[in-house]
């Protein structure tokens, strides 16, 4: 006499199929965009009536576009913002205020995971 033996497939496809989500699980690869940063100071010593133009040198990102005119003293922030690990230099344009000369102090590094603030354009 022949038996037939009859093995239950239901079980095992089950724990396959859970998904699980312990070791082994694949990593989240829908994470947002990767934050960006502002770059930005102050300006002090700019005598009234005069503006002074500045720029992000920054040619990993095109950045030597982003130009801005600051009309008196006080903060200022570039309008492009620029991920961890990039690189800015903050310059004067070309053409310095009448009768006045402007530096800038703090005008270079790579920014971290805050925005850069302590850029210090010095008119005299």
């Given at each position: 006499m022949i038996r037939t033996v009859i093995v239950p497939f239901c079980a095992p496809l089950v724990l396959v199929a859970c998904g699980?989500?312990?070791?082994?699980a694949?990593?989240?690869?829908h994470a947002g965009p990767p934050p960006v940063f502002s770059i930005g100071g102050t300006?002090?010593?700019l005598a009234v009536g005069n503006d002074v133009?500045?720029?992000?040198?920054?040619?990993?990102?095109l950045n030597g576009k982003d130009a801005l005119t600051v009309t008196s003293n006080g903060p200022f922030r570039f309008n492009l913002l620029?991920?961890?690990g990039a690189t800015y230099a903050v310059t004067v344009v070309i053409t310095q205020p009448v009768a006045?000369?402007?530096?800038?102090?703090?005008?270079?590094?790579?920014?971290?995971?805050a925005d850069v603030t302590n850029v210090v354009v010095a008119c005299s």
């Open positions: 699980g989500g312990g070791e082994g694949a990593p989240d690869t300006v002090t010593g133009q500045l720029a992000d040198n920054n040619p990993s990102f620029l991920p961890t006045q000369n402007c530096s800038v102090e703090s005008g270079t590094g790579i920014v971290a995971v």
